[in-house]
């Protein structure tokens, strides 16, 4: 078995306001290219699970199957197990992993499956071969990963252009690669894939309840969480610099105008049987 590289760092951490966002992510939201080929007796690997919402959806779907969760964190992985557990779900199990070095057998799974991990790994190549290798002959490896150059909103804000700017420095000066979206298709390619299937999918907050959201949360993961930290401590920004960020989030969110639209890449990859 390989050893792992851990050259990228988790930007983003897992702060309340972090966790705001991933929990409320779900297979319907964040999977939906994937579903329609899901089967009910799957064995399933989903890499990069966090807090297990998308988990323990996958779960529900393969009731004759079994889901594997595995992330970097231990952690996390509490907090996964406990979602699991308040659903009742007795076929998803997890443990701790690095995406670089799987410790699973070749052809074990049936779906291998990311959501927003490539972005913050730092060979996102590499990932790709080992989620290829554990898949079976014939499986799906499933990668869904945001394109922050690509995100845009209504209206024009000076503030959120200098969001923008600061989170892809930030993000690239901890090994990962902000616009990972555009570039899944090229890297399951070099990963070895011959039959990929590239589509994308979005998130839009537009309605008052959801720019509050999307904004809020944005505002306090630029004070509070471990992006923040990474921010100042690298001298990406400084505090005034992040306040201004923040506030630009919180003006854009009281816009009765406000649009913001979150572009993913997404790749379905079939394994040469």
Avoid at 69 to 86: C, F, K, S, Y
């Amino acid at each position: 078995m390989p050893e792992p590289r851990e050259t990228a760092v988790y930007t983003h951490g897992h702060h309340e306001s972090v966790l705001r966002s991933h929990t409320w992510r779900t297979a319907a939201n964040s999977a939906a290219y994937l579903v329609p080929s899901l089967r009910p007796h799957m064995k399933i690997l989903d890499v990069g699970c966090g807090p297990g919402t998308i988990t323990a959806d996958l779960a529900a779907l393969v009731p004759d199957g079994h889901v594997t969760g595995v992330d970097r964190e231990p952690e996390i992985l509490e907090r996964a197990r406990d979602t699991a557990a308040e659903r009742g779900l007795a076929n998803v199990g997890f443990a701790v992993a690095d995406v670089h070095a799987l410790d699973y057998p070749d052809d074990t799974f049936c779906v291998v499956h990311a959501h927003q991990v490539l972005q913050h790994v730092g060979d996102p190549v590499r990932a790709l071969s080992e989620m290829r290798r554990v898949v079976k002959p014939g499986g799906l490896v499933a990668v869904r990963d945001a394109d922050y150059e690509a995100m845009t909103w209504f209206p024009a804000s000076e503030g959120l252009d200098d969001w923008l700017d600061l989170y892809r420095r930030v993000a690239r000066a901890n090994g990962g690669e902000p616009d990972a979206g555009r570039r899944l298709k090229a890297w399951a390619l070099r990963a070895g894939f011959t039959d990929v299937t590239a589509t994308s999918g979005t998130w839009t907050f537009a309605t008052r309840e959801e720019r509050a959201w999307w904004s809020g949360l944005w505002a306090d993961r630029t004070l509070a969480s471990a992006y923040a930290d990474r921010a100042r401590l690298g001298g990406h920004a400084s505090e005034a610099q992040l306040r201004a960020v923040a506030d630009a989030w919180r003006e854009w969110g009281e816009r009765e105008d406000g649009w913001f639209s979150v572009l993913h890449g997404e790749i379905l990859c079939r394994k040469d049987a």
